[in-house]
C-alpha cells in the first residue's frame, strides 16, 4: 500500500486523533538542515529544553533505536516540514517490506547463521531429533579409546541454536536495520508474548516463533496474532499447554493467555464466583476470574506438539482430538455446546479475548507505554483502544493502532525525558550513534548481559518491565556506564571503533571541538554546557581546550571522552 | 538487625517441601499426590521434623537446622485475599497492597525506615542500607530510595581504566543537584547513588572472595547470591535490608518426587545454599555476623494440593514461610495446621490460608514493637498476639 497523506489525515478527521488537538501546530520552530556523513547535524539547534527539541529527535529517539547523521538526514529529506517528514517516516516505516533493508540482510549473511530461515520440521529434526539422537548414540556406544569426551553440555548447545542465532540476528537489525520501528515493535511483542528462549523443547523451534509469529504478525491483526501465538510449538512448549490434555488439564498457558496476553492483571477479579461478575448475565462480564481460567484451559486441551514418531515427528502444532475435552464450557459468560468441531472450543476463547474491551484497553497501554511514556494519559491509551476494537477485522489493526499512536500529539510533544533507555537501547544507540562496526561476539554478549536485559532471556511470562523505576537501579546504571567504556575502548571482539577516524576532518581538533562534533554526533544536538565542559576537560587534561590535541593524545582520550557523553544525563532518555 | 528475605518465585510447593508423613492426612495426601509424594521408606524418605511432618529428602541442610532450633516452619500462611495470580499474589506481598493496586512502596523499605527510627546502639554511618542481590529491584524495595541492586561484586566499578577517577567526578558533577535543572531530578538521585555505591564498596575493597568457616556453596542463582550477600555483609557497610530471589518454582509439570526432578534439585539447591551462608557467616569472628543476621523464606503461593496429569502441580493458595537466624525460636512448626481433607480445602482445591504473611514478616521485622508498629509496616493491618517465633 502506498502512502497517502488524505488517509491518514482522514482518521485524523474521523476518529480520536482531532480531538487530540493533532496537526494544530506542534510548535517545532525550525527544520534541521540535512547534515552531511561526517559533520553533526547542525550546530544551532536549541539546547535541550524541556518539549522543545526538534521533532526528528523526537520521532528518532522513540520510534528507532537511536539517531545517527544518516537516520536525520533520511528523516528530513522526507518532507517540507517537520510534521511532513514525520507522516512520511511513519508511513513508510509501517509498511517495513517495503523498504529495502540489503546492508542489515548482507551483515546477517556474514554471520552464517544456518537456522534462521530454517521451516518448523527442519528446525526440530536438526536441533531437537538429532541432538537426541547423537546422544543416545554415545550412550550406547563404548567409549573411544583417545578421542575427546562428548559433554551432555555439547547437545544443549545444539538445541539452543536457533535461540542463539536469533539473539544474534536481532542485534543485527537493532542496529543496521532500516526498519527500525518494526524492529521496536519487534522487541516489544517478544516482551509481551515472553518465552525464555535458551532452554527447554522452546529453543530448538525459536528461530520459528520470532520469524513467522512475531516479526510476521507484529503491525498485522490482533486476533490471528494470537492464533499464531497459541499454536506456535515454542510458546505451547514454554508454557506447558502441549501436555493440556482432558484426562490431566494444565491451567499454565490459559491463566497467562488471560492475564498477560490479552486482558490483563488490571481486568482479573480474582478467585470470584463466575456468576458476580458484572455483566456476566449480558454475556458480556467487565473481567475474568479463576472459573474462566480453567474452562478455557478445557477448551485448548488437545492443543499440542507433533512430537511423535508414528505422526512424522514434525515438530508442528497438532491437534488431538482424543484429548480434547468435549463437554459444554462457559466462558466470560458465554455457553459453549458440547462436541464442537475441533479447534472451535479454543478457537472461540481466542475470539472473546481478542474481542473484549479490556484486551484493547491492556494492550493499547502497553503500547503507548512503550513509545510515549511511563503515564501515557488515559484519553491516549482509550483512544487507542476503540481503534483496535473498531479496527479488530482489518488485516492491519495493529498497523492502524500504530499509525495513530505515532501520530498523536501526546507522542511528539512530551519533553524528551518520558522514556529512560533500557539496558538494549542503550547498547544499540551507542553503537548507531558512533558508527561501530558491528558483530555480536560472544564476548560482547557476556559483557551486555551482566546489566540484566539479555533478549530472549527474561524466564518468567511476563517479559521484561518498561518503567524508568526498574531499569534506574545501581547494577543497571553500573552496567550501562561499563558497557560504553568497554565498547569505546575498542578492545571487544566484534567491535570495531573507529572515533578518530569520524572526527578526522575537523580543522582544529581541539579538546572543545572535538567535545562540540562528538556531543552533536552523540545526541543529535548540544551537549547541555556543563556536560560540554566536562567533556573538554577530560580530552585537555588541564591543558588549553583550544588548542589543537597531538594524535597520540586523541587516540588515548577520545574512546573515554564519547564514552563520557554515552554516560551523561542527555544520553539516558530515548529522545 | 540485618533481615534477609528469600523470595521463591513462582510459587513453591509447600507440600513438597513440608509434606505430611503420618495421620489422617497422609492419607488425603497420597490420594491427591500419587505420584508426586515424598514417601515415607526407602532411600528418598522424607526427613521427619516432628511426629506428623517431614522435609523434603533433599533438604537435609535445612532438617538439620531445625533440629538445632534455628529453624522455624510456619505453616498455611499467605495472602488473606486470594488470588491465584502470580503477578498480583507478589506484589501483594511485597507492598503489602490488600487490592492488586493500591499501596506503592514495598514492605522492606518500610521496614527500613522504621527500624532507622527505633533507638540502638550503633547508627548506621553508610550509605548502602539495601540491597538486592541479582540484576532488578524486587518490589520489596519498591520506591525506596536506599535500595542498590548488586549483581557480582566483582566488576563493580566503570572500568574507564586512567581516566575513571576524571569520568566518576564528572558524572558526580553532571548528575549533581544543580547541575542540570532542567533535567528530571529522579535521574539525578539514581545516578548519584550508584556512584556513591561504587565509592563504598571501592573503598571496603572486596577482592577475590574465599568463604571461611568451611562454608560450601552449591553452584547456581541462590548459592552465588548468598555467597555475594555473605561477602557484603563481611564488609560491614551498615547493611539492614535485603531482598534475594530465586527463580523457578511454577513447576506445572514434572516436578519430580523425593528422589529427583526439579523440585529436588532446587530445593537442594536452596536447602546447601542457606547452610552455607550460616556457616560462613558464623565463622566471621568476634560478633559474628551470623548472630545479627534473621532470615526469612517465602512464597507468592502454594500449589494445588492434587497433581495435574503432567506431574506438575497448578497454582494453590495456602503456603509457608521459613525463619532462622537471630532470635528465631526454631524447631518448632507455627500456625494452624487447616487439613487436607476436601472440606478443609480452600475451594476444596488448596490448603487454607490461617496466619496472614503480614503477622508472620511483623514479628521478624519488628519483634517486640509488633503491636505498635506492625501497622506501619503493612498499612491496614491490625497484628494478632506475637506467636512467639522471636
Not at chain 1, 164 to 188: G, K
Not at chain 1, 382 to 398: E, G, M, N, T, V
Not at chain 2, 33 to 39: A, D, E, F, Q, V
Amino acid at each position: 500500500m502506498k502512502f497517502s497523506r488524505r488517509k491518514v489525515i482522514g482518521i485524523g478527521a474521523a476518529g480520536a486523533l482531532g480531538a487530540l488537538g493533532e496537526l494544530a501546530g506542534i510548535g517545532i520552530p525550525l527544520r534541521v538542515e540535512a547534515a552531511g556523513k561526517n559533520s553533526p547535524p547542525s550546530p544551532h539547534l536549541p539546547a535541550n529544553e524541556k518539549g522543545s527539541q526538534p521533532l526528528v529527535l523526537t520521532v528518532l529517539g522513540k520510534a528507532t533505536y537511536g539517531q545517527t547523521p544518516e537516520a536525520i538526514e533520511a528523516f528530513n529529506g522526507l518532507g517540507s516540514t517537520q510534521v511532513a517528514a514525520r507522516h512520511s517516516f511513519i508511513e513508510a516505516q509501517l509498511h517495513p517490506q517495503q523498504i529495502s533493508d540489503a546492508v542489515c540482510e548482507h551483515k546477517i549473511t556474514q554471520l552464517g547463521l544456518v537456522s534462521l530461515n530454517k521451516d518448523l520440521a527442519k528446525l526440530w529434526a536438526d536441533y531437537f531429533v538429532e541432538p537426541n539422537r547423537l546422544k543416545d548414540e554415545m550412550k550406547d556406544a563404548p567409549p573411544k579409546p583417545g578421542a575427546p569426551p562428548v559433554k551432555m553440555k555439547d547437545f544443549n548447545q545444539m538445541k539452543i541454536q536457533p535461540a542463539m542465532e536469533t539473539e544474534a540476528a536481532t542485534w543485527i537489525r537493532a542496529v543496521y536495520s532500516q526498519r527500525q520501528v518494526h524492529e521496536i515493535l519487534t522487541e516489544f511483542w517478544h516482551d509481551h508474548f515472553n518465552i525464555f528462549a535458551y532452554d527447554g523443547n522452546q529453543a530448538p523451534v525459536f528461530a520459528h516463533f520470532d520469524r513467522e509469529v512475531v516479526r510476521k504478525h507484529a503491525l498485522g491483526n490482533f486476533r490471528e496474532f494470537l492464533e499464531a501465538v497459541a499454536k506456535s510449538p515454542a510458546m505451547l512448549f514454554y508454557l506447558d499447554n502441549f501436555v493440556n490434555q482432558s484426562s490431566n488439564p494444565n491451567e499454565n498457558y490459559a491463566r497467562e493467555l488471560f492475564e498477560l496476553h490479552t486482558l490483563g492483571a488490571d481486568n482479573y477479579l480474582g478467585t470470584e464466583d463466575r456468576s458476580k461478575v458484572p455483566g456476566f448475565a449480558q454475556k458480556n462480564p467487565l473481567g475474568y476470574v479463576d472459573g474462566d481460567v480453567y474452562e478455557a484451559a478445557r477448551c485448548l486441551t488437545g492443543w499440542r506438539v507433533d512430537t511423535g514418531k508414528n505422526t512424522g515427528e514434525t515438530g508442528s502444532f497438532a491437534y488431538v482430538d482424543q484429548f480434547h475435552d468435549r463437554f459444554q464450557k462457559i466462558v466470560l459468560g458465554r455457553q459453549f455446546p458440547e462436541l464442537q468441531p475441533p479447534l472451535k472450543d479454543g478457537e472461540l476463547v481466542l475470539d472473546l479475548l481478542a474481542e473484549h474491551p479490556g484486551t484493547a484497553h491492556t494492550i493499547c497501554k502497553k503500547l503507548c507505554r512503550r513509545f510515549v511514556a511511563d503515564q501515557p494519559s488515559e484519553v491516549l491509551i482509550r483512544s487507542a483502544a476503540q481503534i483496535f476494537i473498531d479496527k479488530r477485522k482489518a488485516p492491519d489493526q495493529l498497523l492502524q493502532v500504530m499509525r495513530f499512536i505515532l501520530s498523536s500529539a501526546e507522542f511528539s510533544s512530551g519533553s524528551a525525558e518520558q522514556k529512560l533507555r533500557r539496558p538494549f537501547e542503550s547498547a544499540v544507540a551507542l553503537l548507531r550513534a558512533t558508527g561501530c562496526e558491528f558483530q555480536p561476539s560472544e564476548k560482547f554478549l557476556n559483557i551486555f548481559n551482566r546489566a540484566g536485559q539479555r533478549r530472549f532471556g527474561w524466564r518468567t511470562p511476563d517479559g521484561y518491565p518498561d518503567t524508568k523505576e526498574k531499569w534506574g537501579n545501581t547494577t543497571a546504571w553500573l552496567e550501562k556506564w561499563r558497557l560504553a567504556n568497554q565498547l569505546m575502548g575498542g578492545k571487544i571482539e566484534g567491535v570495531k571503533v573507529q572515533l578518530t577516524a569520524i572526527s578526522d576532518h575537523l580543522s582544529v581538533k581541539s579538546p572543545h571541538a572535538l567535545a562540540e562534533f562528538w556531543g552533536n554526533r552523540m545526541l543529535g544536538m548540544p551537549l547541555s554546557p556543563n556536560a560540554l565542559k566536562e567533556v573538554t576537560d577530560l580530552l585537555a587534561q588541564g591543558r588549553d581546550p583550544m588548542r589543537a590535541l597531538p594524535p597520540v593524545q586523541i587516540e588515548n582520550r577520545l574512546g573515554p571522552a564519547v564514552a563520557l557523553i554515552a554516560m551523561s544525563p542527555q544520553f539516558q532518555w530515548r529522545g | 538487625m540485618i533481615l534477609v528475605q528469600i523470595f521463591l518465585r513462582g510459587g513453591c510447593d509447600t507440600l513438597s517441601l513440608v509434606a505430611p508423613i503420618d495421620g489422617p492426612d497422609r492419607k488425603h495426601y497420597e490420594d491427591a499426590r500419587p505420584s508426586l509424594k515424598i514417601p515415607i521408606s526407602g532411600s528418598n524418605k522424607a526427613l521427619p521434623i516432628t511426629s506428623t511432618f517431614g522435609f523434603h529428602p533433599a533438604a537435609k541442610a535445612l532438617q538439620t537446622l531445625f533440629i538445632e532450633k534455628r529453624l522455624a516452619v510456619i505453616q498455611a500462611t499467605g495472602l488473606m485475599r486470594p488470588t491465584r495470580s502470580h503477578f498480583d499474589a507478589q506484589m501483594m506481598i511485597e507492598t503489602g497492597a490488600t487490592e492488586n493496586r493500591g499501596q506503592l512502596d514495598g514492605w522492606l523499605g518500610r521496614y527500613l525506615t522504621l527500624s532507622q527510627a527505633a533507638p540502638k546502639a550503633i547508627h548506621n554511618s553508610h550509605s548502602i542500607e539495601a540491597v538486592a542481590i541479582g540484576a532488578q529491584l524486587p518490589n520489596s524495595l519498591l520506591a525506596c530510595n536506599k535500595a542498590l541492586v548488586v549483581n557480582s561484586l566483582s566488576g563493580f566499578d566503570i572500568a574507564g581504566g586512567r581516566f575513571q577517577e576524571d569520568q566518576r567526578a564528572a558524572l558526580r558533577r553532571m548528575y549533581g543537584e544543580n547541575s542540570n535543572p532542567l533535567l528530571n531530578q529522579w535521574i539525578n538521585q539514581s545516578a548519584t547513588e550508584t556512584l556513591n555505591a561504587i565509592d563504598e564498596i571501592e573503598s571496603a575493597n572486596p577482592g577475590a572472595y574465599s568463604p571461611t568457616g568451611g562454608a560450601q556453596y552449591p553452584g547456581g542463582e541462590i548459592g552465588n547470591r548468598l555467597k555475594s550477600l555473605a561477602q557484603l555483609l563481611k564488609m560491614e557497610i551498615g547493611l539492614e535490608a535485603i531482598a534475594i530471589d530465586m527463580g523457578g518454582w511454577d513447576t506445572h509439570k514434572y516436578q519430580g518426587n523425593g528422589g529427583e526432578g526439579q523440585f529436588a534439585r532446587m530445593i537442594g539447591e536452596l536447602s546447601g545454599a542457606v547452610e552455607a551462608f550460616l556457616k560462613d557467616l558464623d565463622s566471621s569472628g568476634k560478633d559474628s555476623i551470623g548472630s545479627r543476621v534473621r532470615v526469612v523464606v517465602l512464597t507468592e503461593f502454594g500449589r494445588r494440593v492434587k497433581e495435574n496429569g503432567n506431574g506438575g502441580t497448578d497454582h494453590g493458595h495456602g503456603s509457608f514461610m521459613l525463619a532462622l537466624g537471630q532470635g528465631v525460636n526454631g524447631g518448632k512448626i507455627y500456625g494452624t495446621w487447616p487439613g487436607l481433607s476436601s472440606e478443609q480445602l480452600f475451594e476444596r482445591a488448596d490448603l487454607k490460608v490461617t496466619t496472614d504473611y503480614r503477622q508472620i514478616l511483623s514479628e521478624l521485622a519488628l519483634g517486640d514493637r509488633l503491636m505498635s508498629e506492625a501497622p506501619k509496616l503493612f498499612p491496614g493491618f491490625v497484628p494478632q498476639k506475637a506467636t512467639g517465633l522471636v
